[in-house]
């Protein structure tokens, strides 16, 4: 079975940045197969788009809230998936998950990626 890992989150000050990583393993796995997606998470609120990644032409979408101040990307030579955050506000503090999607069109929803990470911590103190 495939499995999807994060890694990269922690504790920041508000301004600061973070790499987080995506790695992934299993039979005929490959990130350049999948759309890619990054959604967030807090207690209480529904699992929430952050940005995805095309798998044919590598164009990138983002949620208005991150616009500007994350990138996401993909090293099909090392196949792992990245997003970059800068600029770090509090309400940035999250459970970070990556997830791929099998589907035809690159998805805001949730429901339509298929493989997820267990997710890695953001915390962003003011």
């Known amino acids: 079975q495939v499995q999807l890992v994060e890694s990269g989150g922690g504790l920041v000050q508000a301004g600061g940045s973070l790499r987080l990583s995506c790695a992934a393993s299993?039979?005929?796995?490959?990130?350049?197969?999948?759309?890619i997606g990054w959604f967030r998470q807090t207690p209480g609120k529904e699992r929430e788009f952050v940005a995805a990644?095309?798998?044919?032409?590598?164009?990138?979408y983002y949620a208005d809230s991150v616009k500007g101040r994350f990138t996401i990307s993909r090293d099909n030579a090392k196949d792992t998936v990245y997003v970059q955050i800068n600029s770090l506000k509090p309400e940035d503090t999250a459970v970070y998950y990556c997830?791929?999607?099998?589907?035809?069109?690159?998805?805001?929803?949730?429901?339509?990626?298929?493989?997820w990470g267990r997710g890695t911590q953001v915390t962003v103190s003011s």
């Open positions: 990644f095309r798998r044919s032409t590598g164009d990138t």
């Open positions: 299993g039979r005929s796995f490959s990130f350049s197969s999948y759309h």
């Open positions: 997830a791929a999607s099998a589907k035809s069109l690159v998805s805001r929803n949730p429901n339509g990626y298929v493989y």
